[in-house]
Every structure is written in C-alpha cells, then in structure tokens.
C-alpha cells in the first residue's frame, strides 16, 4: 500500500474497501503535514537570475535556455511590441557569458510599496504646512518635492533591478525610510526668500544644512548596495565598468551634498540650492545614460511602469486630501452655496480626468531601452504638475469662499453716503458685519474666545452715527470696520492679511495672493497635458495619423491653458472699481477651475473618439487587405446532375503566398478523390 505522505503533489492513494482518490500534498518547503511556516529570509541575496528563475520567466535575457526547450524572446516581432514581461521582442540578441542574467520580478514587493508611503506622507505634511501664495512659498514647495522626487527616484532605480528580500536589503530599506523621516522632520524648515539677520533665516539655513546630511546618507546607502551588487556581478566583465559607474556617480553626489553643508549660508543659501538642484538633474541623468547602454541594466521588463504608476495614483490622492482639508476649511460656517458645492465638484472631477488621462495611455510595451529611460524621467514635471494643480484647486476653493463672504461687506460698505451716512445704511452695514461674524461664532463652545475673536466696531458705528463727523472721519470709520471684517474672514481661513492695511488696499492684498493661485493654476494644469503629449509620443515608435492628431489635441489645449496664466498682470483691481476688464471678472466669478475641467473632459473626449475611428479604420483596412489578396474561386453545384465529376468544393486561393498553388493552363482547379466523389465525405 502506498503511503499518503508521498513528496509529490498528488498522490493516489488506495484505500480498504473504498475507491482510489486523490489526495493532494502541499508543497513540502512551506507545509509539513499540514503545518504552515513562514518564508525564510536569508541574510544576504544574490540579484542574479537562478535556474529555477530562469525556468519561470523570471529575469529579463532573452536568450537563456529553459529546461523545456524553447528560447525565451522568440517570434515577438519588432521592438515596439512584445507579449509578455519576461519576454520582450528588443532584447532578442545571442547570449553573452560575460553578461549577467538579473532576477526580475513581476510586481512590485510590499517594502516598496510602503516606502512609497513615506514619500506621500512627507508630501501630506510639507503641503499642510505650507500655503502657496506668493512666488517665493511656490519656490520652496517645488524645491522639497525636487528632493524627496529625486531621492524616491533614485531608490526605485536601484530597487527595480537588484533588489531582493533578504536581512541586508531589510536594514538598507529601513535606513532609507530614516532618510525620508528626516525629510518629514526638517521639512517645515524649507522656506526661500528670507530676510537675513531674521529667526527665520536661522531656521531655514539650520534646515538646509540638515537636508544636505541626509541627502549625503541616502546617496551613501546606494553606494554601498551598488558596491554589494557588484560583489555578486564581479565574475561578469561587462558588469564592471557600468556598476562602477553607479557607484562612482552616488558616491560623488554623496560628496557634494557634504560640502554643500558647509557653504550654506543666510546670504548664500539660494546658490547653494540651486546646487542642489544641479545634482539631483546631473545624478539622474547619468544612471539613466548607463543604464540605457547596458543591456541588462535596463529598465524593460522591470516593474518601474508599475512603480511610476503608483506613484502616480499616491500623488493624485494626496491632492484628494489637501482638498478635503480644504473643504474642512470652507465649511468652517456650515454653510455651502451653489458656488461653493460647484467647486467642490469641479475639485473631484478634474482629479479623476487627471487620473484617466494618464492610465489611458500607459503602454510600456510599446517603448524601446532608451525611450522607457526618458518616459521614466519626464514624470517628475508631470508628478510636480499635477501636485500643484491640486493645491491649486484646493486653495481656490478658499478663494470662493473668501470671496463669497467679503463681497457682501464691501458692498455694505460701499453703499454708506461719505457726505451723510443715514441710519439704514448703517444699520444694513452693521448688520451684515454681525452676520459675518456670527456665522463663524456659533460653531464655537468657547464663549470667551468667541467674544474676543470678534472684531468690536462700536466705537466706528458711533463715529458713523456722530452728525458732526465729516467725510474724513466717516471715511476713516469705514476703511477700519472694513479691513477688521477682512482680517477677520481671512482667519477663519488661516490667509495672513497685514492688519495695518485698510480699506480698499486690504481688499486689494486678498486679491494679490490669490492671483498667484491664479497663474501656478492654470499654468501647470496646462503643463500636465503639455507632459502628457509628450509621454504619448514617447510610448509609441510607429504612430498612425489619428495618434499624431491626438498628441497635437493635448499639445494644443494644453498651451492653452498655460498661456492664460499670462493674462494676471501686476496691479489688478476689484471688479466693482475703475480698472475693471474680462479677467478681473473671470476670477471672481468662479469658473476657473470649472474651465481646465471643460479643457480635460473635451480632450478625453476627443481622444477616445480618435481611438475608436482609428480602431475602425485599421479594422476596414485589414479587411480590405484580405478581400484583394484572397479571391475566392467558386465551383459547380455539386447536386446538380450535370455537375463535372472534377468539381471542387469553393476555395480560397493565395495569389502572394510563398508556397501558393500556381493555376494550371487546362485544368486550373485541381481536385482530390474527397472532393471528386460526394460519398467519400460520408
């Protein structure tokens, strides 16, 4: 009898006085008898292809034999398409002994997911931190997300091709995962444009010397996970030169990141960043550049789409969350008009028009060594893009609110007489202030905090109400009680107004951040298409007209977009005033973003469109193809009686086929005994 414990995975097993049945063993490195074990961790791992690897599929040379015979690579046609991961038709060369065979993995481990997590929520917690309402707060957001991007980026090259589970590759990611808790820590320090000799040029320079020591540790990490990959590539002799190189390159940035630490300083500490932004390009550049000239340091058949891609859809959901905490801010009143329920909406639909403008269109198949490097490297003004165009909308939702409360006030105030203020315009004025202010007031429990956060204009109403004031002093009483209802709206929105401006000059200082928020807006809402057609041109060698139609449709309504970033000039002025034109209205009338929504939704449109025609077109081509090069030769009805007794049955003829039959003089259609007598089909 035989025993039921066979290492096989199906054993069959006779049993007494019953019938034979299967019983199925696990596999016996994870399960004995029924008791499961973990996967066992070794302290360190090679990152080239084993045997068994190579006999899945999992590594990336083209010509390694499998133990079933076939050659992995073959018949995939040309480099713009292949069918699987393991098995890209660009790769198809002979096999060289002195180039390493890399273990490739088909999806993204879980550590490298979660380190993912730590670049967004470095993300979540700069962006909180820091509104962008002038050039300068725009400068130091783009430049922390050129570090941590850079950095990520940086990391996800080297995990992409060498990395492995193993106790090393366990301590160099946590070591990683320090780097980005620094980030996270000294972040909020990360401010440009200070004044020298202030607290707050102390802190920023303090910040920037801490940066650089940890961009100094992460480069010096990958030094040394490159020298260990190495240790394993060192019977290879095409591997030495480029790993030398990747190493070289890390070590040298580490270098520079170290004496930059020394030369930041509150006079010249914008110089030394911008040497930082020099090194994070020039490292990049050069990792890819030898990664594109060595075959089996490349990118193809790597998970990197797949880590782009998620990184993609982690940054689309950070913009999700500065929106809600936008919101949060907006409904600070509980109160949501049609304006503001209409931005809300408008916020979500142009994230998801984002989110399938990309993904629509990823086609990493379709991509050669060098063209995947450069798609690789053009996410990180699409990924800075679509990160602003989110705080963007965040913020003007802000900004609809703001305006939708302060319009009324000013209106209020504008309506009082300088010469005589009647009691109905006062009333009116003091009336609306106190709806302002109670609005806010009445979600508070704090009643002492309530009543001091509420600005006290008694002693400008009783000017107002004076008789013998003259239109000097009403002018004054007006400008103050305008500029403390200002001050006040602008802090239940936490938008820092200076206290000393009054008046139209306060309106004015609202007006001037925002138009900030107006230009970053709609200038990088355009980019993220600009960089979109640019992606689609990269992804696809062979393109049809219609394709090309669909890059120059996103070029073009991208430029659009950008170029009405340039109509916010200096000095614009509130619509009710003398200065008024088109675009001081187009901002105050709440369809800013509603527009770059109309532009997203026409153009995926559009494209969609165009893939359907061209889906259709091909579609009749190829039919057309086949109806001119197959005629089909007919043949006598078999059931009538005077039917030749070498008849055929209908058949399709190819006139350009390399072995095609060649019609006869006399008997142009051969026949066989089947085909002669009816019967034999029987």
């Not at 962008?132 to 995990?159: C, K, P, V």
């Not at 809600?324 to 503001?340: F, R």
């Not at 002693?459 to 013998?468: C, G, H, P, V, W």
């Not at 008849?647 to 006399?666: F, I, L, W």
Request: charged share 15%; with cysteine; aromatic share 10%.
């Amino acid at each position: 009898m035989s025993s039921a414990f066979n290492v096989i995975n199906e054993v069959p097993v006779p049993l007494v006085n019953e019938p034979v049945h299967k019983v199925v063993v696990p596999d016996p490195d994870l399960h004995i008898f029924g008791i499961s074990h973990p996967n066992h961790v070794g302290l360190i791992q090679s990152p080239l292809a084993s045997g068994d690897d190579m006999a899945h599929g999992h590594h990336s040379h083209p010509d390694v034999k499998h133990d079933h015979g076939h050659e992995q690579g073959h018949g995939h046609g040309d480099e713009g398409h292949h069918g699987s991961v393991s098995s890209s038709s660009n790769e198809k060369r002979d096999a060289e002994p002195d180039e390493p065979v890399l273990r490739k993995a088909h999806e993204a481990p879980t550590i490298q997911l979660f380190f993912d997590l730590y670049f967004v929520a470095n993300l979540t917690t700069f962006s909180a931190q820091h509104d962008i309402h002038n050039a300068n707060e725009l400068r130091s957001y783009l430049g922390y997300f050129t570090m941590i991007w850079f950095t990520w980026f940086q990391n996800t090259m080297f995990d992409v091709r060498f990395s492995n589970d193993s106790v090393f590759e366990r301590f160099c990611k946590a070591a990683q995962f320090g780097v980005m808790t620094g980030f996270a820590i000294t972040g909020p320090g990360y401010q440009t444009g200070f004044t020298p000799g202030t607290g707050e040029a102390q802190l920023a320079v303090s910040a920037f010397k801490t940066l650089s020591l940890i961009l100094m540790a992460s480069r010096l990490v990958l030094t040394f996970q490159y020298s260990v990959a190495l240790f394993w590539l060192k019977g290879y002799k095409k591997a030495w030169l480029p790993m030398c190189g990747h190493i070289t390159v890390m070590f040298v940035a580490a270098m520079i990141f170290l004496g930059l630490y020394f030369a930041f300083s509150e006079q010249e500490s914008e110089t030394v960043l911008a040497g930082w932004y020099v090194v994070f390009v020039l490292e990049a550049w050069a990792i890819n550049l030898i990664s594109g000239r060595t075959p089996f340091l490349s990118f193809r058949s790597t998970v990197l789409v797949e880590r782009l891609g998620l990184l993609t859809l982690i940054i689309l959901g950070e913009g999700i969350i500065s929106m809600s905490n936008a919101l949060n801010s907006v409904g600070t009143d509980n109160a949501y008009g049609a304006p503001i329920i209409g931005a809300i909406i408008s916020c979500v639909v142009v994230t998801y028009l984002m989110y399938m403008l990309y993904f629509d269109n990823v086609q990493p198949d379709r991509m050669g060594n060098f063209r995947q490097h450069i798609w690789a490297i053009m996410h990180f003004p699409l990924h800075a893009s679509i990160v602003l165009v989110e705080e963007a909308q965040a913020q003007l939702a802000i900004w609809q609110k703001v305006i939708g409360i302060s319009l009324p006030l000013k209106a209020a105030v504008s309506a009082v007489s300088l010469a005589r203020p009647t009691t109905d315009q006062i009333t009116n004025l003091q009336d609306t202030l106190n709806g302002i202010t109670s609005r806010f007031l009445v979600l508070s429990t704090d009643t002492a905090s309530s009543a001091t956060s509420a600005p006290d204009e008694s002693e400008y109403f009783k000017a107002l109400s004076n008789s013998t004031s003259n239109s000097t002093g009403v002018l004054t009483a007006l400008n103050r009680i305008e500029a403390d209802g200002l001050d006040f709206i602008c802090g239940k929105f936490n938008i820092d107004l200076d206290t000393d401006l009054t008046g139209q000059d306060a309106f004015n200082a609202i007006f001037s951040l925002y138009e900030v928020v107006y230009v970053y807006f709609f200038a990088f809402a355009g980019l993220v298409l600009i960089v979109l057609s640019i992606l689609f041109m990269i992804g696809k060698r062979h393109k049809l007209r219609g394709e090309l139609f669909a890059v120059v449709l996103r070029f073009s309504a991208g430029l659009g977009l950008a170029l009405l970033s340039t109509f916010a000039a200096p000095g614009l002025q509130d619509p009710s005033g003398q200065g008024n034109d088109n675009l001081h209205r187009f901002m105050y009338s709440g369809m800013m973003i509603p527009t770059v929504l109309l532009v997203y939704l026409t153009v995926l449109v559009l494209d969609n469109l165009l893939i359907r025609y061209i889906k259709s077109v091909v579609k009749w081509r190829l039919n057309l193809h086949h109806h001119k090069n197959i005629p089909t030769v007919e043949r006598p009805d078999l059931a009538a009686q005077d039917a030749p007794a070498n008849a055929m049955s209908p058949r399709r003829v190819h006139e350009n086929g390399a072995r095609t039959r060649q019609e006869e003089p006399k008997s142009p259609i051969r026949t066989t005994a089947r085909e002669a007598d009816p019967k034999s089909e029987h």
